[in-house]
C-alpha cells in the first residue's frame, strides 16, 4: 500500500495512471472498523484502484470535544487496509485540503433540514466541502459511502448531481454486530457495559418496523422516543421519506420510509436508521 500526505503527489500520481484504469475511493476519518472494511472489500471487487482517506476533516465538527475525542488509530488503520487489499491510503493535513478559504453555504434544500442537520449546525456544510475537494483531486470512478450515515449519503448524491462530478455514488447497507449494533468509529469509546446497552437502538427500530401498519407515523415516533429515554439520551427518533428526508404526517406521504433516531449512549452519541418497508 502506498501512502500519499499531499493532494498535488496524489493528483500527479493519479494523472500518470492508464485512462481506463477505475479508481475507487472510500473516505473515512480513520478508527476503521467492520463498517469500512467492508466498503474497502467492495471497491477492490469493483475497481483496478482502491483509495482510502483518513483526514479528520475539522469543519465537519459542532462541537470542539466531538473533534477532540475522536479516536486515532492510524497504526491499526493502516494494518487494517493492508490485510484488505487498498492500493492507496491518502492521509493530507488540514492545510494541505483547505489551501484556500472553505465554501460553507451550500444550499440542500429539505435534505439540509432537521434530524443531523438541525442537531449539529454546520457538519453537512463540511461534508460537502471535504468531499467535493477530494473529487475534485482523485476523480474517482465510484465512491463508496455506508448507508449508517443516510443523511449524509443524500447529501453527497446532491453534490455529484450539482456540480456534475463524473462519480458513481454507491450506498453500502449498514454493517452491524450480532446484536445489531451499527458499527461506528465512536463505539471505541463505549465501555463494554455501554457497548451492550447501546444494542437496543437497533431494537427500537426494529419495534417502530414492526408496528407501520396500525400505528400513524407521528405517534410511532414519539413512541420510540419513550423507549429510548428509558436508558439513553435520545435527541430525535423521526420518520421521514429516505429521499427528501420530509418527516411523514401520513403514511400515504411516502412510497420509500425511514426511521432516523439520534441518542446519548452515556457520552457517546450514536446514530442509525432503518427501512421501514
Known amino acids: 500500500m502506498q501512502t ?9 500520481y493519479l494523472e500518470g495512471l492508464k485512462t481506463w484504469t477505475s479508481i475507487g475511493f472510500v ?64 492521509n493530507p493535513r488540514k492545510e494541505d485540503i483547505y489551501e484556500d478559504e472553505a465554501r460553507l453555504d ?7 433540514v432537521g434530524m443531523e442537520a438541525e442537531y ?9 466541502e471535504v468531499i467535493h475537494r477530494f473529487f475534485n483531486i ?11 450515515d443516510y443523511q449524509q449519503l443524500a447529501i453527497i448524491r ?16 449498514t454493517i452491524r454486530d450480532k446484536s445489531g449494533l451499527a458499527m461506528s468509529s465512536r463505539n471505541y469509546n463505549l465501555s ?21 401498519k396500525n400505528i400513524p407515523p407521528i405517534e410511532l415516533a414519539e413512541q420510540c422516543f419513550e423507549k429510548l429515554k428509558q436508558n439513553f439520551k435520545p435527541e430525535y427518533f423521526t420518520i421521514a421519506d429516505q429521499y427528501t428526508m420530509k418527516p411523514l404526517n401520513s403514511w400515504d406521504d411516502s412510497d420509500m420510509p425511514r426511521a432516523f433516531v439520534a441518542a446519548y449512549c452515556g457520552d457517546v452519541r450514536l446514530i442509525d436508521n432503518i427501512a421501514i418497508k
Open 192 to 212: 463494554a457495559e455501554q457497548y451492550q446497552q447501546a444494542s437496543e437502538i437497533y431494537e427500537v427500530l426494529q419495534f417502530c418496523r414492526n408496528h407501520d
Open 27 to 90: 473516505p473515512t476519518m480513520g478508527a476503521l472498523h467492520k463498517g469500512h472494511t467492508a466498503l474497502i472489500d467492495r471497491s477492490v471487487r469493483e475497481n483496478d484502484l482502491t483509495i482510502c482517506s483518513i483526514f479528520v476533516n475539522p469543519l465537519q465538527f459542532n462541537r470542539i470535544e466531538d473533534l477532540d475525542s475522536y479516536p486515532d488509530r492510524m497504526q491499526a488503520d493502516c494494518e487494517m487496509l493492508i490485510e484488505h487489499h487498498c492500493d492507496i491510503l491518502f
Open 120 to 128: 449539529r449546525p454546520g457538519h453537512f456544510q463540511g461534508v460537502a
Open 4 to 12: 500519499f500526505k499531499h493532494s498535488k503527489a496524489i493528483k500527479a
Open 138 to 148: 482523485l476523480k474517482p470512478s465510484r465512491a463508496y459511502f455506508g448507508e449508517k
Open 106 to 112: 451550500y444550499d440542500f434544500g429539505s435534505i439540509g
Open 158 to 173: 446532491w453534490l455529484v448531481d450539482k456540480y456534475g462530478h463524473d462519480v458513481e455514488v454507491v450506498p453500502c447497507e
